[in-house]
């Protein structure tokens, strides 16, 4: 049913410096703007400048700035780690090179961190929305390893609340191993 996602959106603090930071930061240039002083899908009274920015590959990021309303925060009780955005780079080579580029611009870079099927890197905008640019690294049979174990992970989560250890290779170095 799903053809891809059209675009996911975010709320910003302010629309012109978030669509500079992220084409200065990540190469994701501006590619439209709209401005309304009502929502079109409600009718609401409500202006706002909505961004949307080239994430590659017809993915779309957009951002809504939303003068009117109180100030954004962030669901406090969710951690910071778990929200986030995470963008695809072709290689580990450009994963480095956006973490150098990421830190001489004054941004705190954590990772990379291998995840065994990909390595990523973590960082905050300036609107504090987490991202994640990712490399895969999954070696040959690593996707059906996962696919036969899926469910009866997901099945003991919902009995046990515990993480289950069918695939703890992702994170305890094992694949290496098992993988060759």
């Not at 250890?165 to 994170?171: C, D, P, Q």
């Given at each position: 049913m799903i053809k891809k996602i059209h675009h996911v959106a975010y709320r910003c603090k302010d629309a012109y410096a978030t669509a500079?930071?992220?084409e200065k930061n990540l190469d994701m240039k501006l590619v439209l703007a709209i401005a309304e002083d009502r929502v079109p899908s409600t009718g609401e009274p409500d202006p706002y400048m909505h961004i949307f920015l080239d994430a590659g590959m017809g993915n779309v990021l957009a951002f809504f700035e939303l003068p009117t309303q109180p100030e954004m925060g962030r669901d406090e009780n969710t951690p910071t780690w778990?929200?986030?955005l995470a963008l695809e780079v072709d290689s580990m080579?450009?994963?480095l090179a956006a973490k150098a580029r990421l830190q001489e611009n004054g941004i705190d870079v954590i990772g990379p961190t291998d995840h065994a099927l990909f390595q990523s890197i973590y960082f905050f905008d300036p609107n504090g929305h987490r991202l994640e640019l990712a490399v895969n690294t999954a070696l040959p049979g690593m996707d059906v390893a996962l696919d036969e174990v899926k469910w009866d992970m997901l099945e003991e989560?919902?009995?046990t609340k515990r993480a289950p250890?069918?695939?703890?290779?992702?994170?305890d170095g094992s694949y290496k191993?098992?993988?060759k």
């Open positions: 500079k930071w992220y778990t929200q986030h080579e450009t994963l989560w919902s009995r250890k069918h695939a703890a290779w992702l994170h191993e098992m993988f």
